[in-house]
C-alpha cells in the first residue's frame, strides 16, 4: 500500500500501481506515453493529439472541460489524471465517485519536475521519470547558459480573440515567458486577463507580440488587426504547446526557443 499527495494536496491511497489510467490532459498524456506507460493509457480526450496514434488506439472520453461520465465509468479505471487549469472542479468531484482522482498544478518548471517524478512512485516507472527530469535538467541549464546573453525584452503573450486575452501573472505561460527573457507587461493584470488593444501602448507598450497557436489559432488578418494599436512592436506566430504543453513537451521546447530567438535576431 502506497500513500501519495497530488499537487493540490489531496492524499490518494494505492493498494498496487494503477493499471488503467484516463487522461483529462493533453500533456500529461503525451508524458505518460513517454514514460512506457501506453498499454495502460485506456481513455484521452479528443484534444490528446501526441502521439497522434493514440486517438484510433485509446476511448475517446470527450474534452477537458465536457466529460462523458459513463463512458469513463464503463472503462474502470483505477486512475483518473487531472489538472486544475485543464480540468473544472465539478469533473474532479464527480470523477472521484469512480475511481483516485489525481490533480496536478503546473505553474513552474519545479511544479513539472515533481509531477514527473510523482508519476515514476504512482506507476512504479521511476528510473524512466528519473531520466526524464535528468533530461530536462541538462536542457534548461544548456538554455540558460544559451539565454544569458540575449537583452530582455517587453512582450504580450495572447492566447484568445473576442475577447481579447492574454497570459498573465501566476501561468506556466509567463514562467517560460520570463525564461526567454520575455518581460510579460500584462503579469500584474491576473492569470488571463481580457484586454483592451486600444490601451496596450498604455499598459506596456510591448516590443514583441506573441500570438499562440492555441487555444485560439490566430492567423494573418489577426496580427495586421492588433499591429494597429502597437507602436513598434514585432508581431510573431508562436508554437501554444511550446508554451503551454508541461510534462516531457518541456524538452522540444528549449530547441524551439533557441529557434524562435534566432528568428527575432533578423
Known amino acids: 500500500m502506497k500513500q501519495l499527495t497530488d499537487q493540490l494536496?489531496?492524499?490518494?491511497?494505492?493498494e498496487t500501481a494503477p493499471k488503467r489510467i484516463v487522461s483529462l490532459v493533453p500533456s500529461q498524456t503525451e508524458l505518460l506515453y513517454d514514460l512506457g506507460l501506453e498499454e495502460k493509457i485506456i481513455g484521452i480526450t479528443k484534444f490528446c493529439v501526441h502521439p497522434y496514434h493514440l486517438k484510433s488506439a485509446k476511448k475517446v472520453v470527450g474534452g477537458t472541460k465536457k466529460i462523458h461520465f459513463e463512458k469513463i465509468k464503463l472503462l474502470q479505471p483505477d486512475i483518473i489524471i487531472c489538472n486544475k487549469e485543464e480540468n473544472t472542479q465539478e469533473i474532479v468531484t464527480q470523477l472521484s465517485t469512480i475511481c483516485p482522482?489525481?490533480?496536478?498544478?503546473?505553474?513552474?518548471?519545479?511544479?513539472?519536475?515533481?509531477?514527473?517524478?510523482?508519476?515514476?512512485?504512482?506507476?512504479?516507472?521511476?528510473?524512466?521519470?528519473?531520466?526524464?527530469?535528468?533530461?530536462?535538467?541538462?536542457?534548461?541549464?544548456d538554455f540558460k547558459n544559451y539565454i544569458q546573453k540575449i537583452p530582455i525584452k517587453k512582450a504580450a503573450y495572447f492566447i484568445w480573440k473576442n475577447p481579447y486575452m492574454v497570459a498573465g501573472?501566476?501561468?506556466?505561460?509567463?514562467?517560460?515567458?520570463?525564461?526567454?527573457?520575455?518581460?510579460?507587461?500584462?503579469?500584474?493584470?491576473?492569470?488571463?486577463?481580457?484586454?483592451?488593444?486600444?490601451?496596450?501602448?498604455?499598459?506596456?507598450?510591448?516590443?514583441?507580440?506573441?500570438?499562440?497557436?492555441?487555444p485560439y489559432p490566430f492567423k494573418e488578418e489577426d496580427a495586421f488587426e492588433i499591429g494597429r494599436f502597437t507602436h513598434h512592436a514585432k508581431t510573431i506566430f508562436v508554437d501554444g504547446?511550446?508554451?503551454?504543453?508541461?510534462?516531457?513537451?518541456?524538452?522540444k521546447a528549449f530547441p524551439y526557443f533557441k529557434l524562435l530567438h534566432e528568428r527575432l535576431k533578423n
Not at 494536496?9 to 494505492?14: K, L, S, V, Y
Not at 527573457?181 to 514583441?208: C, S, T, V, W
Not at 504547446?241 to 524538452?251: I, K, N, T, Y
Open 9 to 14: 494536496g489531496t492524499t490518494h491511497t494505492f
Open 101 to 141: 482522482v489525481w490533480v496536478t498544478e503546473i505553474k513552474t518548471i519545479e511544479d513539472n519536475f515533481q509531477m514527473i517524478a510523482d508519476f515514476g512512485q504512482i506507476f512504479n516507472c521511476r528510473t524512466e521519470a528519473q531520466k526524464w527530469n535528468d533530461k530536462l535538467a541538462f536542457a534548461l541549464s
Open 169 to 214: 501573472e501566476d501561468t506556466y505561460i509567463d514562467e517560460l515567458l520570463k525564461l526567454n527573457h520575455f518581460q510579460n507587461i500584462y503579469a500584474d493584470k491576473g492569470r488571463y486577463p481580457e484586454i483592451e488593444l486600444k490601451k496596450m501602448r498604455l499598459e506596456g507598450d510591448p516590443d514583441l507580440v506573441l500570438l499562440s497557436s492555441e
Open 241 to 251: 504547446e511550446m508554451f503551454s504543453w508541461h510534462g516531457s513537451r518541456l524538452l
